[in-house]
């Protein structure tokens, strides 16, 4: 069983930056990891999709060049820098991994299965 946890969310004006992390318990070299949000009311909506290599980064068209994610597997983290928040970005965050590599998920991320999931952080956006 693979425990994944996410950190670093909170409360930003916008325009503002926060970076969340989701750190596993044991080793994430094998698996892909995608970044999730969820709006009050709104679809869970795919931002990211990040390869085992970290290679390959899949990115909604929404959060591209404001958004980056990277891995560092030696501390068995995923990070999830967002820069230049908006409002439409404020929802609880989710972090989810699987050994099926970002290719074989649908574009969108709508459908897709994971492993293991976290249990989400709030990120708030607002003046």
């Known amino acids: 069983q693979l425990q994944l946890v996410e950190s670093g969310g909170g409360s930003v004006q916008p325009g503002g930056s926060l970076r969340l992390s989701c750190t596993a318990a044991?080793?994430?070299?094998?698996?892909?990891i995608a970044w999730y949000r969820q709006a009050p009311g709104k679809e869970r909506e795919r931002v990211s999709c990040?390869?085992?290599?970290?290679?390959?980064?899949k990115q909604s068209d929404s959060v591209k060049g404001r958004f980056t994610t990277s891995r560092d597997d030696s501390q068995n983290t995923i990070f999830l820098q967002m820069n230049g928040l908006k409002p439409e970005d404020a929802g609880v965050y989710y972090c989810?991994?699987?050994?099926?590599?970002?290719?074989?998920?649908?574009?969108?991320?709508?459908?897709?299965?994971?492993?293991?999931w976290g249990q989400g952080i709030q990120v708030t956006v607002s003046s």
């Open positions: 989810a991994a699987d050994r099926l590599p970002c290719s074989y998920k649908s574009e969108d991320g709508v459908g897709d299965e994971y492993d293991y």
């Open positions: 044991g080793s994430l070299t094998f698996y892909a």
């Open positions: 990040i390869s085992s290599s970290g290679g390959s980064i």
